[in-house]
């Protein structure tokens, strides 16, 4: 493995902004300093320029089943983490859904043997813990799957007769999630009243794209946050609520932090930026921005951003969930399958290319976080939080050299057809963002070049067994 000097610039950790060159060796920062006399294969001129800890993006569903299997998202691992390279993300993290005819540890495998041959940044897997009926045994599967990279297991709480767990599989879960030191995540929305919304609306005629938002209601969310938190206490677990998206949800979580509860939340930049008013009036083609939980309205954003201020909420991911408007021949059948009838529109937005852009633009040029801040919630954070801390999220002597080179000053403007990814529209088309990537390296790898090139193969990135998430340590 080669060298290389990242000359001039000023580094961005979560705690501290210091004028530093960064020495690479073999995959790794070999020291951090003024280095007049140190000598590399590739010299990368800085000057100007910011130099942060690649982003991690701790929740993705990249080639992944919905809906019953019905269908799947558009980006496969290549696609995919090639699209978060070029957005400055080196690190991403997708889930398991266990497969209708297999048990969950071999969904398991064969998932990590394909992600691990696509992929080009590092990737982990957090398994999604099926209803028991599903698969009796399914616990037994989990404690074995630990020592695979496991070390986080989603729970949701919608989605009844198909992925929807109830109190008593959540309580079981939780228990021994933290007999096993793994962190739980919940899909935080009570399934059951969505579903009587959902049938509410249907019967009433109201099916169009939009209505989807009235059935996934503010109260079915933060109801669902309040719950698992007061399930999470009670078993004495840590609990992360993935895509946070009502503020009065957010609620929930601040609210429980300061009365001490070991609770940490996700946001979605689509939650921060998008509102409902940009779709309600699309028709059809608002399917484009059906996601759960919703975006909502611009009226809800300024209690998330609150949250991010505050520390009450701890990560922004994307939950980058891609599919096509037009519909290519090998995909299974994408965004429009049934135009005007919102409960079979394939949810998820797409968005692992634009998070770091769209979150620096309205986050950090928008004053509502500062540079370290910035760094907390995308890498340092989600390390922490999810086994990686030391190795990455920091630009510090002996992590992995994942390190983007960032220009603040940098004019651009996201596209779908500037894009890297196989979808074919963005929910951030047309926004003026300052702030971009310009060199993106992976473990030492110089991946993007400023000039756009790509420099990488399927495979390149490594599958993260990670370790315990610092959730666990009293003082975190
Ligand atoms: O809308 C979302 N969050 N889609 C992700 C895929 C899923 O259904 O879990
Ligand atoms: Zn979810
Ligand atoms: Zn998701």
Known sequence: MGSTIIKGGTVVNADATTRADVLVRDGRIAALGLGEDWAADEVIDAGGLLVMPGGIDAHTHLEYPVDGFTTRTADDFHDGTVAAAYGGTTTVLDFVKKEPDATLRDTYLRRRATAASKTVVDVGLHAIVPPRDQQPDVLDDLRLLV???????????????????????LLEGFDLARRMGVLPLVHAENGHMVARETKRLVDGGHTAERDHAT???????AEAVHRAIVLAESIGTPLYVV??????????????????????????????VVAYEDYEGLGDQAARYVCSPPIRERSNQSGLWHALRTGAMSTVATDHAGFCLHQPEDLPPQKLRS??????????????????????????????????????????????????????????????????????HADHTITAAGSHLRTDYSIYEG?????????????????????????GDPGDGEFLLRGESETFATTY
């Open 215 to 221: 059935a996934h209601g503010h109260d079915s969310e």
């Open 147 to 169: 020592a695979e990279g496991a070390r986080s297991w989603k729970f949701f709480m919608a989605y009844p007769g198909t992925q929807m767990v109830d109190d008593g599989e």
């Open 243 to 272: 895509h946070v998206s009502s503020a009065a949800a957010a609620e929930e979580i601040a609210r429980a932090r300061s009365a001490g509860a070991k609770v940490w939340g996700e946001t979605c930049p689509q939650y921060l």
């Open 339 to 408: 135009p005007g009838f919102f409960p079979k529109v394939p949810n998820g937005v797409p968005g692992i290319e634009d998070r770091l852009m769209v979150l620096w633009e309205a986050g950090v040029v928008g004053g509502h976080l500062d540079p370290c801040r910035f760094v907390e919630l995308t890498s340092t954070a989600p390390a922490k939080l999810f086994g990686l801390a030391g190795q990455k999220g920091v630009v510090a002597v002996g992590a992995d050299a994942d390190l983007v080179v960032w220009d603040a």
């Open 431 to 455: 926004m003026r963002v300052t702030g971009k990537p310009v060199h993106v390296l992976s473990r030492g790898r110089h991946v993007v070049d400023a000039d756009g090139t790509f420099r």
